[in-house]
T-cell receptor
Framework: GAGVSQSPSNKVTEKGKDVELRCDPI?????LYWYRQSLGQGLEFLIY????????KSGLPSDRFSAERTGGSVSTLTIQRTQQEDSAVYLC??????????????FGQGTRLTVV | GENVEQHPSTLSVQEGDSAVIKCTYS??????FPWYKQELGKRPQLIID?????GEKKDQRIAVTLNKTAKHFSLHITETQPEDSAVYFC????????????FGKGTTLSVSS
């Protein structure tokens, strides 16, 4: 696609339910990132994929959070047993990585998650 | 873990003044330092970036400087305009893969006319 696409754009869920957030990166981008942005706050790093593997999962806040990426493309972020503090905008970004040199990351429009 | 510190958290300037935002990073292997601008309700977008083999880069009213020894880098905006008002994030590439981007907590810049 032309840019990073995330779905859904908005999600309201009841406390305790599981949610899945989807990210479609730019075609050919090997690196994929998930960040969380609470209202008026910064970009909290969650997880990073290089291809299908996740060399850095250090940002996942708890074991209720997991992410996977298949086929080196689409990624899903799953939050189990959602809590109200999970409410935030979840941003996905992708970049064309050249060996070990960082490159520009392009962001999706985000998924606004509200846990009620 | 590796982190990026950004200061100040808020910055208010008069139109036409300069604005400077500073960041420090902890991973000496970091090789890429982008700056993103996020307008209200929009996604972050890259405005300028610098690599570790360069000390300074300019693009019109925006410049970034990098001091690898001290592990800090700065964003300079000259002749600020109201449309520069936004949240600015610095980032550094970290990790063994050298490419995971860790962001600072952001600076809210307000330019008043």
């Amino acid at each position: 696609g032309a840019g990073v696409s995330q779905s859904p754009s908005n999600k309201v869920t009841e406390k305790g339910k599981d949610v899945e957030l989807r990210c479609d990166p730019i075609s050919g981008h090997t690196a994929l990132y998930w960040y969380r942005q609470s209202l008026g706050q910064g970009l909290e790093f969650l997880i990073y994929f290089q291809g299908n593997s996740a060399p850095d999962k250090s940002g996942l806040p708890s074991d209720r959070f997991s992410a996977e990426r298949t086929g080196g493309s689409v990624s899903t972020l799953t939050i189990q047993r959602t809590q109200q503090e999970d409410s935030a905008v979840y941003l996905c970004a992708s970049s064309l990585v050249q060996r070990t040199v960082g490159t520009e990351a392009f962001f999706g429009q985000g998924t606004r998650l509200t846990v009620v | 873990g590796e982190n990026v510190e950004q200061h100040p958290s808020t910055l208010s300037v008069q139109e036409g003044d300069s604005a400077v935002i500073k960041c420090t990073y902890s991973d000496s292997a970091s090789n890429y330092f982008p700056w993103y601008k996020q307008e209200l309700g929009k996604r972050p977008q890259l405005i300028i970036d610098i690599r570790s083999n360069v000390g300074e880069k300019k693009d019109q009213r925006i410049a970034v400087t990098l001091n690898k020894t001290a592990k800090h880098f700065s964003l300079h905006i000259t002749e600020t305009q109201p449309e520069d008002s936004a949240v600015y994030f610095c980032a550094a590439s970290i990790g063994q893969a050298g490419t995971a981007l860790i962001f600072g907590k952001g600076t809210t810049l307000s330019v008043s006319s």
